[in-house]
Nanobody, 122 residues
C-alpha cells in the first residue's frame, strides 16, 4: 500500500539544474532514512545522497557541492536539488525510503520508487 513516486527528471544542458521530488503515500506511520540513488547505463546503482530522519545529510564525492538533499516530514517527501549538472550525471534516479507502516509499527521496510530519467547533454 506504500508507494514512492518520483518526478522532476528530464533533459537539460550541462551546467543546468533540475529538482527531483519523491512523495511517499499510503498508511505511513514513520519514515526513517531517505535517499537518492542513480544507475547509469552499464554501471551499478550507486548512492547519490542520503538524509536520516534527524536531518543530517551525506553525499557521494562526485556530487558534493552541486547537489542538495532535503526532506519535508509533514509531506512525506524528499527532494534532490541538482545544480551545475554534468553529462556524467546522466542516469535513472531512484528514490529510496525506510518506512514503518501504520499496520506494522514494530518494524520497517525498505521501499523504492520507479525511477526518473535524468539526461544531461554536453
Amino acid at each position: 500500500q506504500v508507494q514512492l513516486v518520483e518526478s522532476g527528471g528530464g533533459l537539460v544542458q550541462a551546467g543546468g539544474s533540475l529538482r527531483l521530488s519523491c512523495a511517499a503515500s499510503g498508511s505511513i506511520f514513520r519514515i526513517n532514512a531517505m535517499g537518492w540513488y542513480r544507475q547509469a547505463p552499464g554501471k551499478q546503482r550507486e548512492l547519490v545522497a542520503a538524509i536520516p530522519r534527524g536531518g543530517s545529510t551525506n553525499y557521494a564525492d562526485s556530487v558534493k557541492g552541486r547537489f542538495t538533499i532535503s526532506r519535508d516530514n509533514a509531506k512525506n517527501s524528499v527532494y534532490l536539488q541538482m545544480n551545475s549538472l554534468k553529462p556524467e550525471d546522466t542516469a535513472v534516479y531512484y528514490c529510496n525510503a525506510d518506512i514503518t507502516t501504520a499496520q506494522a509499527i514494530r518494524y520497517s521496510k525498505n521501499y523504492w520508487g520507479q525511477g526518473t530519467q535524468v539526461t544531461v547533454s554536453a
